[in-house]
């Protein structure tokens, strides 16, 4: 790891959303095929399905956008960006 390259909180609270949202969905999935023995109010939405779905992208898009090196990658492209725009010469008409 770098001197002063840090890892943002984020990055894992992706992981752990990523984590529950398989947990969820995979019970909901679960109980699609093995209904409970008792029905719950409204359990024909099957909210463990959808619930679970959610979580999987929220954890996957922060884990994706708070990924360690990433926002430095982004800062280095930007920096060769602008000395390039700095270098060429204008075409503006004078």
């Not at 679970?52 to 994706?64: P, T």
């Not at 956008?65 to 390039?84: I, L, N, S, V, Y």
């Amino acid at each position: 790891m770098h001197g002063d390259e840090r890892i943002s909180i984020w990055f894992f609270i992706g992981g752990v959303l990523f984590t529950y949202g398989i947990l969820i969905c995979g019970t909901g999935v679960y109980e699609l095929w093995n209904p409970p023995g008792q029905k719950v109010v409204l359990g024909e939405l099957h909210a463990s399905v959808w619930w679970g779905a959610l979580l999987i992208v929220l954890g996957a898009v922060y884990s994706w956008q708070f990924f360690p090196g990433r926002r430095q990658k982004k800062a280095e492209e930007a920096a060769k960006t602008a000395a390039t725009k700095a270098t060429e010469p204008s075409r503006h008409a004078g």
